[in-house]
């Protein structure tokens, strides 16, 4: 199964033989992963309706708190919108959990473990939520 980026660049979708199933994607998929995690929504307010909150509009994770969140709810929120970006968007990933991992200044990591094509999987994430970027290593 082809995620949303690979469905947008494919050119010739009927061609069944343009895509080597055997070959090792995890470059790939790993790329892909980090440019979900760092694309933001478009419209912040479709997160609640049905077919549009899984369309290229809400591709990304919202890095938009309230003023008053404190920084476990942060974590905890956070959390849940990058497994639910994953389960939305990557196709490839099946049993998503997403664990917080340790915390350092400005630093918060997560554990995401799946099942991919090729077995488990297992990346660590690094989140700085001063410049609200991701790191993914795995």
């Known amino acids: 199964m082809n995620s949303l980026l690979q469905r947008l660049a494919d050119d010739n979708p009927n061609d069944q033989y343009d895509d080597a199933e055997g070959e090792d994607k995890s470059d790939v998929l790993v790329s892909?992963?980090?440019l979900l995690l760092s694309s933001r929504p478009l419209n912040y307010h479709v997160e609640n309706i049905r077919l549009i909150n899984e369309s290229i509009i809400n591709y990304g994770v919202s890095d938009v708190f309230t003023s008053d969140t404190s920084r476990l709810e942060k974590i905890s929120i956070m959390q849940e919108?990058?497994?639910l970006a994953l389960?939305?968007?990557e196709p490839r990933l099946k049993s998503i959990n997403v664990y917080p991992g340790e915390t350092?200044?400005?630093i918060n990591s997560f554990v995401i473990e799946a099942e991919g094509f090729l077995g488990n999987v297992r990346y660590?994430?690094?989140w700085d939520d001063v410049l609200n970027q991701f790191f993914l290593r795995d």
Request: aromatic share 6%; net charge positive; glycine share 0%.
């Open 32 to 34: 892909e992963i980090l």
């Open 81 to 83: 919108r990058i497994k």
């Open 87 to 89: 389960q939305r968007f």
């Open 104 to 106: 350092q200044k400005h």
């Open 124 to 126: 660590h994430l690094m």
